[in-house]
Structure formats: structure tokens, C-alpha cells
């Protein structure tokens, strides 16, 4: 038996290695260059000198990292983190509330209902995000009828901390869909029988939700906490709009050089380091999700 | 605590984070459709106190939103297939290989997901400026395909995720080839992970506005940024009327999709259906 | 000069796409199929600008058979900057409607072709001082309207108002004063405290010291980056001052009250130009003949009223809601401010880094 598995999955490995090859073939030839070029033209970019006054970076001069140089202030590190933080409190705040309603439609709800839940999941991601910030700036607002929702969270509604809840707020809105419709295939691959297996064993309903579903759902957890870990920090227009000016993203950052003040190369080179960081971050997370996913399998 | 106790504190707090979730995601929904009849060009107190059919008249008898909308249809729906079928086999690659850099490329196959999409407008701009690309479509479609494949690679990845390879090896040694293992096995249990992408890679798509205000050209916009551009003097709620008409586009799509097809046939099941 | 070959067949078969789907802005009635017409690319702001703008060239086609389409702005006038220099020379604009600060950058870049006064006729009524011009003296801009950054406040929220603005750091005023990101409105909002404490953009140290006193104070409640940013915050209620253009005022003063502070002793209004410019490599004859008849005194009167901004033809009548708003002849002098744009431009960049640097950790704490 032990014999007989082993050769299947030697044989299916060269076999299927070479299958992948074919499978990879598509992004490598149509969608890298599509991404490479442009990633590209930004990092030459980046390298260029600004000339106060001109648009864009000046052509032709001698190549410097004074761009990214630049960037290492205190003021610039805050705003890394900020983004980095409030990314996160959105991420784990759509994990806490899109899990229970992706477990629901997997497991719990009848057909008509959980076809409904996710009719409306999918149609809530059609709200168009401008809409969906004014929205949550009339319902939270100081003039809207939930304004005073921010003592639930200790916010006085007046403070500037208010502010942040609104970024997060808004955020959330997208992310909830987003991770729990992600959550849903994740939970759909899981075994119902293995929680039952454990429930008639005695244990009690948590810890076999806990030790069973929940650890064997992780990696897909981390897979969708980091689709909307990243939509968060690459959002523009909710911190543009509901940060008021106070909590500003460094994709706020890096709008006003594009847009504003013409200084491409300063915007180029605090995407490249965004960009690194995030990849950075996010490759660890997937060493993570593939430790996590190797257990699992076992 | 006995057992009891604790499994109702656990469906509590399991049922309780169900409702907020359900609340707080109608809250906003609910406002935005009032939003869409309220008369006003600002935002004002909550509840409106004027109220019109004007957004939606606005945008049923303008041919401005029309040939956005036209535009926004082509290029969203173009690099959602492109996504959807690439991305998804990328992520079965990805999640069956192990091959050397597979970490680094599948970093990179998400990296546009992080970077803001002002950048992303522009470099695609550059580029394809040096490539002597000038008009709108192909443009505006590279630039959408960038910032959807991502979401397909995810999603699929996250539907793979429970999934033992020793399905896919089964196949094999029941003796089908590779590609009958992938189109019969694999393909079908990722499916609601491909379909989730591809629902997302749409979206992300036809609400986007900072790519498609690079990549435009007068003749070819899409739809948010031709309401976008409406927007400078007053707000414009158009958008607002343009929301509404999607949400309910979609519940009655998916529902007539569901009556015709079959939604559990169209979504998969996963490997172990519906259980109850 | 292959660019400008390459751009206007670029235009040609752009516009014969149009005509053929019969689509959108460029109205299907205007493209006729007449050989010998010129076809202009025309950059236009939406909402109220291109609705008077469309106006206007049916009666400009009554005469002329140029082709106008148009391109909508949609971010600020500055994105499309960035859109050009992107693909220079293969710009497929022909005519932009922006405003001076960005008259300045093009006109550092070289994008734009002198105007021709043998064809624009009108502009020789225009105020020489509303006119930019490159370093050879060259007029480059024809100005179609005055436009202005000015204090005000509701009257409704604040019946007291407020006298000077050194008034806005006291306790009254915290969380109600609504301002600029510092680089919108080109840094103005940094220039007028500089006036506020005796200095001016060139020495804007002692401005840097009012912001920062009125960030620590908490008067600040929120900073705009667009307009309907702004008339949203201002229709809110929640704050009262601020500090925006006219079109911004204009928009709020159509459903609160508004008075505007543009006669304080102790500071400035400051008045800017908006109106056409003349992309290099354009069809020029047709282009100015185009601008020319924007800048008929006639025509000037009618495109500025539904805009809320200042006419610049001497000979036109100014909307009578936004009269107070603007200053008379003998008025100048003392209330009034024309900023260095060219300066300015060149300051953001630094203003910008220093608003991040300095002044955003004071208020976030």
C-alpha cells in the first residue's frame, strides 16, 4: 500500500510538473510583460531627479535614490504604519464578521437562503465605492442617525479617533463581502463529518468548531484576510474622502504627487517601497498559509 | 463553565456576529438608495427632504452614461475573461507546483493588488505610450487586466486550499491523463473559487475609476469616470441611481441564473456538497 | 513636426469613430460629414462648464463648421497634465480649459503655441494683467474668467462671523474651520496666512507659524481636496468658515447663506484667471478662431453666469449674485492679490512635504 503510493505520486509528479509548465505558460507569456513594462517604467522613473516646477522627473540627468532617501523622515514612517495598522483592524474586523456568515451558507442555511445571502453578498460589491463612502458618512456622520455608534467603541463622535472609525468603517464595507465570499470555497472543501465525528465524541460544540473547522479553514483565512489586507492599503479614495484630510494612506501620498504637484519620481519611488513591503509581507504570510496548508493535508 | 453553558455562549456570539454583520452591511445599502432619490446636489441631514426620479432620468436618457456604460460593459467584461481563464490556471500551477521562484512569482502575480491604482493608470499609460498604443481600448483593457488577475489568483488559491493533492493523484493512477485529471477533478472543486475571482475581477473592474482616468481617450471612458466627471461643480448622484441599478441588475441575474442553471451547479459545492 | 501629423490623424479617425456610433459629447448633429472642416479636441470641465460650453458652440457652428469634441476633466486640471506628459508628443488635444497654475506648468514644459492676436481679436480688450506669457513676453493664454480663493463663512451656523482670522484660534472656532489640502487651490490657503502675519508666498515662513497654530488649535475640522468635497462639508453643518474658490462658494451659497470675507484689513482675496490655451501642433487657425469667439464680449458675458465666476471682457456684466464677491476698479489695490503662479508651482512641491511632515502630526494628535 505504502509502496503502491509512493510510485503513483513520484510518476504524478513528473507528469504533473510538466503539466504545470503548460499551465503557467499563459501568465508567463501574455500577463508578466503586461505587469513587468509598467513596474518597470515606474522603477526608472523613480530613479530620476525632480526639478521643482516641472512635470515629472527630468530626463536625461544622471540616475540618484535621492526619492527614496527622502523617505526616511519619522513623518513618512507614521504614515507606513498607520496604513499598515488600520489595514489590519479592517482585515481582522472582516474576518470576525465574514466567517460566521460564510460558515452559515456553507453549513447552516437552507438552499433559499443561503442562495439569498450570497445574491446579496455579490450584489453589495456592485455598490459603486463612492456611493458607499457618502453612505457611511451620512449613517455615521455627525448628522446621521448612528453617529453616536462610536461610544460602543469608547470614541467620543466629536474626537478626531472618530475620523479613524470612519476610515475603518468604510473599508469594511467592501472587505466583508470580499473576505466572505472567499471564506465560502475555503469552507465548502472542508469535511462536515470530522466536526461531527468530534461532537459525537463528547466535546463539546466551540471546541470542536475551534480545533476542528476553524484551524482546518486557516490557510484559507490568511488567503482571504490578504485580499483585503491589500485592498485596504492600496485604497485611495476612502481615506481620501472620510480621513478628512487627518488620516491620511500613503496611497494619499503618492495620488498628490501623480496628481497635484507633477513630482512622478517621489510618487514613483514611495510606490516601489510600498510595494516591496507589501510583497514582503505578503510573501511571508503565504510561506505561512503553505506551512499551514501542509499540515493540513497530512 | 459546563457544556451547556458554553455552547450557548458560543452560538450567541455565532448568531449575534451573523446579525451585526447583516446590519452593518445593509445600513449604507439602504442609505444609498434613498440617497438616489433625494433631490439634492449635497449631502445633507439624513433623511432627505426633497426627493426626485432625477439621477435615474438622468442616466436613462443620456447618451454621455451610455457610451460610457458601453465601454465600462466591453472592458470590464474582456479582462475579467482574460483574468478568469489565465488566473485561474496560474493558481493551479501555483498550488500543485513546487518549482523554484514559485514563491517570488506568485508574490509578484498579486503585487498589483497593493499597488495604488493611480500608479498602476500611469505606468500603463507610459508603457504603453512607448509601445505606440494611443487609443482607448486596448489601453484601458491592459490596465484592467493588471488589477483583476490578482483576485482570481487569490480566490482560486484560497478555494484549492482544502483540496488534497491525492484527488488529483487518484485520477492519475486511475489512469487519466493529466489534463482529464484537471478539466474533471480539479477544475470543478476550484470552481467556486474561479467564480468568486471572476465576480470580484468584474466589480473591481466597473466601479474603477483612477486606472480608466489615465488610460481614457475622448472618444473611448468608462462609465465611473464619465459620472466622476459630472461631479466637479455639485455632487452629481447619478452614481448613486447607477448603484441601485446594478444591485438590483445582479440579485435578478443571479436569481435568473439560479432558476435556469441551477445556482449549487453553476457555484460548485466543494467536495463534500451541502450537508445538513 | 510628424508629431502634429500624427495627432491630427489621430483626431480624424478618433472623430470618425464618433461618427459612426453616433455617440456621447461630440453630438452627432455637430459632426457632420463636410471634407473641408477643421476637428478640434477640446478639454473642457464637466457638469456646468460643459453645459454652457455646448451651448455656446451651437451658436459658434451657426457660422463656422469646425468640429468641436470634447474630453472632460476628471480628476483636478492637473491630471491631465500628467495624461500629456505622458504621451507627448502624441497629445491628441487641441484647446484646454485650465486655470493659471497650470497655464504656468505648460507653459514651462513648451506645450504651448503663442497666441495668434491677428485671429484673436478679442483678446485685445482683455486686461493685459489677466494674460500669462512665456519668457519672451509672448501672450500664451486667452482668459476667460476671473476666478477667486476667498474666506467665508454661514451665516446661519455663525450669525457672528468672524473679523480677521487670527479670530479662528479661539475656542469657538475649534473643529469648524474647513480648509485646502495645501496644495489645491495651488497653495493659496498657505499664502493667505502668510499675508495674515505679514508675509507673502515668496516669504512664507511666518504663514507656516499661522497653520501651525491653527492645526495645534484644533480649529481645523477638515481639509478638502475637491470641490464637491468641499460643498459637502459646508452643506453639512458641522463647520462653518472655510477657505475655497468662488465656484466652491457658488454651489454653497445656492442653498445656505453665505457672506463672503473678501474685504478684511488685515488680509487679501485672491484673484486667478480660467480659460483657454492652445496645445502645440494643433490645427491653429481653426483653434484660435475657436477661442476667439469664447472671448467675445457677448459670449464671455453668457459662458461666465451659470460658472459663478467674474467675466474678463471689460464690456460684460458679471452674474448679479457673486457682484459683491469681486472687487471694483479702486478696490484692487487694497483687497485684492494676484499670486505668482510660476512661484507657486514651484513651491508645491516643498509646501506639500511640509503639510505631510509638519503640520498632519499636529492635528492627528
Known amino acids: 500500500m505504502a509502496f503502491a503510493r509512493t510510485s503513483a505520486g513520484s510518476r504524478s509528479g513528473t507528469r504533473a510538473s510538466r503539466v504545470n509548465g503548460v499551465l503557467l505558460l499563459p501568465a508567463l507569456v501574455l500577463f508578466l510583460p503586461l505587469l513587468i513594462g509598467p513596474l518597470a517604467v515606474l522603477l526608472d522613473e523613480s530613479l530620476k531627479p525632480y526639478e521643482a516646477g516641472r512635470i515629472g522627473g527630468t530626463e536625461g540627468a544622471e540616475l540618484t535614490f535621492e526619492n527614496y532617501t527622502e523617505l526616511a523622515d519619522p513623518a513618512y514612517v507614521h504614515y507606513f504604519l498607520d496604513t499598515f495598522r488600520i489595514g489590519l483592524i479592517v482585515t481582522l474586523a472582516a474576518i470576525l464578521l465574514g466567517y460566521p456568515i460564510a460558515h452559515f451558507i456553507v453549513r447552516k442555511a437552507s438552499p433559499w437562503l443561503a442562495k439569498l445571502l450570497i445574491a446579496s453578498l455579490i450584489g453589495m460589491l456592485f455598490l459603486s465605492l463612492i456611493v458607499r463612502i457618502y453612505a457611511i458618512s451620512m449613517a455615521y456622520g455627525p448628522l446621521g442617525p448612528f453617529n453616536d455608534v462610536s461610544w460602543l467603541f469608547g470614541i467620543d463622535p466629536r474626537s478626531p479617533a472618530k475620523t479613524e472609525l470612519m476610515v475603518i468603517f468604510g473599508l469594511l464595507h467592501t472587505v466583508l463581502p470580499l473576505v466572505a465570499i472567499t471564506l465560502i470555497s475555503t469552507i465548502q472543501n472542508i469535511n462536515p463529518r470530522l466536526e461531527d465525528a468530534a461532537l459525537s465524541l463528547g466535546a463539546p460544540r466551540w471546541k470542536a468548531f475551534t480545533s476542528i473547522t476553524l484551524i482546518m479553514s486557516l490557510p484559507g483565512i490568511l488567503s482571504a484576510g490578504i485580499i483585503g489586507y491589500a485592498f485596504c492599503i492600496s485604497n485611495l479614495v476612502v481615506p481620501l474622502i472620510l480621513g478628512k484630510g487627518f488620516v491620511l494612506f500613503v496611497s494619499n501620498l503618492i495620488y498628490f504627487r501623480f496628481s497635484e504637484i507633477s513630482n512622478f519620481p517621489s510618487g514613483a519611488a514611495i510606490s516601489i517601497l510600498m510595494m516591496l513591503i507589501s510583497l514582503t509581507i505578503f510573501y511571508g504570510l503565504m510561506r505561512l498559509v503553505r506551512d499551514k496548508n501542509g499540515e493540513a493535508r497530512e | ?276 | 513636426m510628424s508629431s502634429s501629423i500624427t495627432r491630427r490623424s489621430f483626431t480624424k479617425g478618433a472623430l470618425a469613430g464618433v461618427g459612426l456610433t453616433g455617440s456621447g459629447l461630440a453630438m452627432p448633429s455637430l459632426v457632420r460629414p463636410a471634407a473641408a472642416a477643421d476637428r478640434l479636441l477640446v478639454v473642457q470641465w464637466g457638469a456646468q462648464w460643459i453645459e454652457i460650453s455646448e451651448e455656446i458652440v451651437k451658436k459658434y457652428n451657426e457660422t463656422k463648421d469646425t468640429r468641436i469634441a470634447w474630453e472632460l476633466h476628471s480628476g483636478g486640471s492637473a491630471a491631465i497634465v500628467a495624461k500629456i506628459k505622458a504621451i507627448w508628443p502624441n497629445a491628441p488635444y487641441n484647446v484646454l480649459s485650465v486655470w493659471d497654475p497650470v497655464f504656468r506648468d505648460m507653459i514651462a514644459e513648451d506645450w504651448l503655441e503663442p497666441i495668434d492676436e491677428s485671429i484673436v481679436t478679442n483678446l485685445a480688450t482683455i486686461p493685459d494683467i489677466f494674460i500669462q506669457k512665456n519668457d519672451a513676453g509672448q501672450k500664451m493664454t486667452v482668459p476667460l474668467s476671473t476666478a477667486g480663493a476667498f474666506w467665508g463663512y454661514r451665516e446661519d451656523v455663525l450669525p457672528d462671523g468672524f473679523d480677521s482670522i487670527e479670530d479662528l484660534l479661539r475656542p469657538e472656532f475649534k473643529g469648524k474651520v474647513v480648509v485646502p489640502y495645501p496644495i489645491n487651490l495651488t497653495g493659496l490657503f498657505i499664502v493667505t496666512c502668510a499675508i495674515q502675519r505679514g508675509g507673502d508666498e515668496k516669504n512664507a515662513e511666518p504663514g507656516w507659524e499661522f497653520v501651525k497654530e491653527l492645526a495645534a488649535s484644533g480649529a481645523i475640522g477638515q481639509i478638502c481636496t475637491s470641490n464637491s468635497e468641499f460643498i459637502n462639508a459646508m452643506a453639512s453643518g458641522q463647520y462653518g468658515v472655510g477657505f475655497w474658490n468662488n465656484g466652491g462658494w457658488f454651489a454653497t451659497a445656492e442653498n445656505f447663506p453665505v457672506k463672503i470675507k473678501n474685504r478684511m484689513e488685515d488680509n487679501k482675496g485672491f484673484l486667478y484667471n480660467e480659460g483657454f490655451c492652445v496645445l502645440k501642433g494643433s490645427p491653429l487657425e481653426a483653434a484660435f478662431d475657436f477661442a476667439n469667439f469664447f472671448a467675445r464680449p457677448d459670449i464671455n458675458e453668457m459662458y461666465n453666469i451659470p460658472l459663478g465666476s467674474g467675466p474678463t471682457q471689460p464690456g460684460a456684466t458679471a452674474n448679479p449674485k457673486i457682484a459683491e464677491w469681486y472687487y471694483k476698479p479702486d478696490e484692487l489695490e487694497k483687497y485684492a492679490y494676484i499670486a505668482d503662479y510660476a512661484f507657486l508651482g514651484q513651491a508645491k512641491n516643498e509646501w506639500n512635504e511640509r503639510w505631510e511632515r509638519e503640520i498632519v502630526p499636529l492635528m492627528r494628535s
Open chain 2, 1 to 276: 463553565m459546563s457544556k451547556r453553558y458554553a455552547d450557548a455562549f458560543f452560538f450567541t456570539g455565532y448568531y449575534g456576529l451573523i446579525a451585526l454583520a447583516i446590519l452593518f452591511a445593509l445600513i449604507p445599502i439602504v442609505i444609498a438608495v434613498v440617497l438616489s432619490f433625494d433631490n439634492r446636489t449635497f449631502i445633507g441631514p439624513f433623511p432627505p427632504t426633497d426627493w426626485s426620479f432625477r439621477w435615474y432620468e438622468e442616466f436613462l436618457t443620456s447618451d454621455y452614461y451610455h457610451q460610457g456604460l458601453k465601454t465600462s460593459l466591453i472592458v470590464s467584461s474582456t479582462a475579467t475573461l482574460f483574468s478568469t481563464v489565465i488566473g485561474a490556471l496560474t493558481a493551479i500551477a501555483i498550488d500543485r507546483g513546487r518549482f523554484w521562484g514559485r514563491g517570488v512569482l506568485q508574490s509578484l502575480f498579486i503585487s498589483p493588488l497593493v499597488i495604488p491604482t493611480v500608479v498602476i493608470g500611469f505606468g500603463v499609460l507610459m508603457f504603453a505610450s512607448r509601445l505606440g498604443i494611443v487609443d482607448g481600448l486596448p489601453r484601458l483593457i491592459m490596465g484592467h487586466i493588471i488589477i483583476t488577475f490578482p483576485y482570481v489568483v487569490r480566490t482560486t488559491l484560497a478555494a484549492l486550499i482544502g483540496l488534497r493533492p491525492s484527488y488529483f493523484e487518484a485520477a492519475l493512477s486511475l489512469g487519466a491523463t493529466p489534463y482529464q485529471a484537471l478539466w474533471h477533478i480539479t477544475i470543478p472543486l476550484a470552481r467556486t473559487g474561479i467564480i468568486a475571482g471572476a465576480i470580484f475581477a468584474f466589480v473591481m473592474s466597473f466601479d474603477e475609476v483612477a486606472v480608466s482616468l489615465f488610460l481614457s481617450d475622448p472618444f473611448t471612458y468608462t462609465l465611473p469616470v464619465a459620472l466622476l466627471a459630472q461631479m466637479r461643480a455639485n455632487l452629481n448622484l447619478t452614481i448613486a441611481a447607477v448603484s441601485v441599478i446594478f444591485i438590483i441588475v445582479t440579485i435578478v441575474l443571479i436569481w435568473a441564473l439560479d432558476r435556469i442553471a441551477g445556482l449549487d451547479k453553476i457555484v460548485g459545492q466543494g467536495v463534500y456538497g451541502r450537508i445538513r
